[in-house]
């Protein structure tokens, strides 16, 4: 990767090129097999062969000299959430106290990969503009590559000194969203929004994973089974709906409400049922699975 990564890899020469104007057969021949094999695994390479700890200080050098170069791959591969996925294995694997200054790069590098996620997928030349200009001052990514910035291009205002609260934007919803929700194990979030759909991200990397389709009004509400497997959602039109969490299948359509659905849970044990407590026609309706028959249900 060393010997093979720069800027501006397929020598496209404008900033505004998208990866979808990049035909396949130019990729291939600016990124061989091997080498996108290698942008890929490198970390998983480190992690299995157990050298990391000695390795600790090439895997510095090369964040910062080849960072943006390896980031810029991975944007014109389409895989830029296996490259988060990377840093945060790094991250996890890498302590702050025996290498804070790697620990500390990687961190920031996290950041500024989450904050700039949806630019690196669409236009990866970005990186070397808009992803750099407007990344916090203090960023330690910044300050690294700061000279790979376009000579042309220059800041009228300033940008904020460090990094703010927010970890990433989830964009895909085409109209206001009204309901959030974390699996139990934190590892997907789930959306409902007035545009009719549910959609699944995953919470690290926020790729998108599932687009839930069906209902024909806006969805007020979503939450995830305890065991994670289910989703529901709780809509305008009148009705309870309930998703594999993992393939996205609808499973059931809950019908009875003559009102919109505005809140649903589920009961806090391992039997999937479901509680639609909140409604605008003010009744309360418990839903059971039909291939489910207790003997009696504690809610």
């Not at 964040?63 to 830029?80: F, I």
């Not at 009961?267 to 489910?292: A, R």
Request: hydrophobic share 35%; net charge neutral.
């Amino acid at each position: 990767m060393s010997k093979t990564l720069k800027k501006d890899i397929c020598e496209l020469h404008a900033p505004g090129y998208q990866v979808t104007q990049v035909e396949s057969g130019r990729l291939q021949q600016c990124l061989p097999p091997e080498v996108q094999y290698a942008c890929l695994y490198w970390v998983q390479h480190l992690q299995r062969s157990g050298s990391l700890a000695y390795n600790s200080d090439e895997a510095h050098r090369f964040l910062q000299e080849h960072l943006l170069h390896w980031l810029e791959a991975l944007g014109w591969m389409g895989r830029t959430s296996e490259g988060i996925q990377a840093i945060l294995s790094l991250e996890a694997l890498i302590s702050a106290n025996e290498n804070s200054s790697l620990h500390s790069f990687i961190h920031d590098t996290k950041r500024f990969v989450l904050y700039n996620q949806s630019v690196i997928e669409k236009a990866p030349l970005q990186l070397y503009c808009s992803a750099i200009m407007f990344v916090p001052e203090n960023s330690m990514v910044k300050r690294q590559f700061k000279k790979e910035m376009l000579p042309l291009i220059q800041m009228k205002s300033k940008v904020r000194s460090g990094w703010s609260a927010t970890l990433q934007t989830l964009e895909g919803h085409s109209r206001p969203v009204n309901s959030v929700a974390f699996s139990p194990d934190g590892k997907v979030v789930a959306s409902g929004s007035n545009d009719q759909t549910v959609r699944l991200w995953d919470a690290s990397t926020g790729r998108p994973l599932q687009t839930l389709e069906g209902h024909s009004r806006p969805v007020n509400s979503v939450a995830f089974s305890p065991d994670g497997k289910v989703v529901a959602s709780g809509s305008n039109d009148h009705t309870v709906r309930l998703w594999d969490a993992s393939t996205g299948r609808p499973l059931q359509t809950l019908e009875g409400h003559s009102d919109l659905v505005n809140s649903v849970a589920f009961s806090p044990h391992s039997i999937t049922v479901l509680d639609n407590w909140v409604t605008k026609d003010k009744k309360p309706v418990l839903w059971l699975p039909p291939d489910y028959h207790p003997t009696s249900v504690a809610v």
